[in-house]
Each structure stands twice: as C-alpha cells, then as structure tokens.
C-alpha cells in the first residue's frame, strides 16, 4: 500500500461509518455528478461510484492516481491525475457537486477557486479541519475572510465531527464535515466581485484593527474619507471586520463604489 505523503497533507480515513457519513451527507443521488479531490488510496471513491451516475477524480499524487486507475474498475469512474487548482471544471456539467476529504493547507484557495468559478458546483460536502469548518460557518460577530467568501455564494452548515485518531496517520486537531449548498440566486445583483473583495480584504488585513483604520490602510484612503464612507453606510467605525454582516460588506461596496466611479 502507498504510504502517506506528508508534503501533500495526506492522512487517510479508512472508518467506513464515517465514510458512509460523508457520502449520506453529501444527499447524492444516481442522477449526480461528482467531482472528488484527492481521492487517496479510493476508499470514499468506492462509495462515491454506488450512489453516483460519474465521478471524476482528481489526484495529485502520480502514483496513487495510477493505483486507483488500476485499482478500481467502474465504468463510472475518471481518474485525472492532476493539480485541482489547474483543472478545467468547465468540462463538468452544471451541478455538479463535490465530495472529498482535502488536504488542510488547501482548503482557503480550493473553496475560493470552485466559488468563484463560471461553472461552480451546485453543492459541496468537504471533510476539513474542525475549526476551519466553524469559520466557514461563522455568524456576525465571529466573521473571517474566509466566511465572508464561502457565504456569499453558499449557504453552508455543519456536519459529523471526525475524531482525529480515525486517520492514518492522525493529524494534530480533529476534523469535521461542512455542507455548502449553492444559493438559489445571487445574494447580491451586478456585484463587482473584485472590488467587493478588496473591501473586504482590507478590513480583515488589520484583524485587531478597528474598521476606521482598517479600511484606510486596505484602501488607500484618508481616515477621514474612511469615516465618512462608514458614516454613510451607517456602520460604526469603532466595529471591527469580523462583526459585519455580508449585507453591511455590500453597503459599504455600494458606496465606495459610486464614490470612485
């Protein structure tokens, strides 16, 4: 057996209830397409391919997409040996959902890059780390960059927590399953997503900064032009990024917008 590559952030879950926890989460049906990430050693694969029409599997690692090409045969199945980050989710139909146990260090690229793609999928059920699950969940109040670009396109919840002693080898924390399902439509119309992300950025680039010098920083502004775009999105300066809402982010994009255009 391939042993665990730790440059690649491999552990491997072999428990099979949580295996069928993640594949009951993920509410496939035999009319779904799935496209899983780092399929590994193919024990969630061997699943994936029951309850699925197709899944296409992408794996970095040259020798386990070999083993798992020459390992599992289903007429359903594609092996993609291959970078996640540089594959063509083009060549998915639309709705498509995902279904993977990821590598912890590429969750915040991965999700913004399926986010934010012209052919995103229509749901995802990733197994993650714990605490990355409870950010990408977070309320007001406990806000990070990441929730702010996951929840603008998805609405996600929380599933089964993974003990970390079910993965070989075990990682340091636990793990847990978050379910994000695509918004029916857009949260907000005509957004311009690279200007509204350089607002947020800049609040978050300060984290224990307030939003005042926050923003000023981030945008390249004065604070008193940073107080008076606040002033008048009816946000208070003194707040701090992970306290606004997605509705006061937009508020906020609107005005700095029609101010510079």
Known sequence: ????????????????????AICEAANLSHDDTVLEIGP?????????????????AVEMDAELAANLATGIAADNLVIVRGNILEFDLSELPVAYKVVANIPYYLTSNLLRTLS????????????????????????????SLLAV???????????????AELFTPPPKVDSQVVIMQKRPKPLFKDLDSGMYFRIVKAGFAGRRKKLRGSLSAGLNISKEQADQLLKTSGVDGGRRAQELSLREWHTLYKNYKSNII
């Open 116 to 143: 934010e793609s012209s052919n995103p999928p229509l749901e995802m059920t990733l197994l993650v780390q714990k605490e990355v699950a409870e950010r990408i969940c977070a309320k007001p109040g406990q806000m």
């Open 40 to 56: 590994g050693l193919g024990d969630l694969t061997r699943r994936l391919i029951r309850r699925a029409n197709s899944v296409v």
């Open 149 to 163: 670009s996951v929840q603008l396109y998805y609405q996600p919840k929380l599933g089964p927590a993974v003990a």
């Open 1 to 20: 057996m391939v042993g665990p590559k730790k440059s690649l952030g491999q552990h491997w879950l072999k428990d099979d209830a949580t295996l069928e």
